[in-house]
Each structure stands twice: as C-alpha cells, then as structure tokens.
C-alpha cells in the first residue's frame, strides 16, 4: 500500500490491487478513514471524520490532484 504524501497528520495512499479502479487516493488518520476519486474531485467513502475535517481533505486533495494522479500512473504503469 503505496504512501504518496502525508500531510497535517494526514496519510494519503492507495493499494497496490486497485489498477483496474479509477484514480482515487485513501486517506487515514488515526482510526478515521475516506477515499476520494480524482476526477473529479469527490468522496467516495468516509468513516469517523466530521464535515468540517472531510472539507479540509477535500481541499487537500484538489490541492494535490496531480501528485496523486501521477503517482498512481508511474506506480500502475498508466
């Protein structure tokens, strides 16, 4: 399960198993949890996080899209 950046105590990755899956990256931090797709920008899955902290991750995640899509197309092979 690849780390792509952590940032503000926040772990963004994906797993390894996911290339037949559109772009997305997971994101943890302590025992909360969500996925977010790419493109577009949008949640996909959250569990234990509040609106306010799925906004601020939201804003990461655009904020980092292109990090994330490449990442995910050099370690798939896209």
């Known amino acids: ?9 926040f772990r963004f990755f994906f ?11 997971h994101v943890e931090s302590d025992d909360k949890y969500a996925k977010f797709w790419i493109d577009p920008v949008h949640l996909a899955k959250s569990v234990g996080y509040s609106a306010k902290e799925l906004r601020e991750l939201r804003n990461l995640v655009v ?14 092979g896209h």
């Not at 690849?2 to 105590?9: A, C, D, M, Q």
């Not at 797993?15 to 990256?25: D, G, M, Q, R, T």
């Open 1 to 9: 399960m690849p780390t792509v950046t952590r940032i503000k105590g």
């Open 15 to 25: 797993f390894s198993n996911e290339s037949k899956e559109p772009v997305h990256i």
């Open 63 to 76: 904020e980092n899209a292109d990090v994330f899509k490449r990442s995910w197309n050099e370690y798939f």
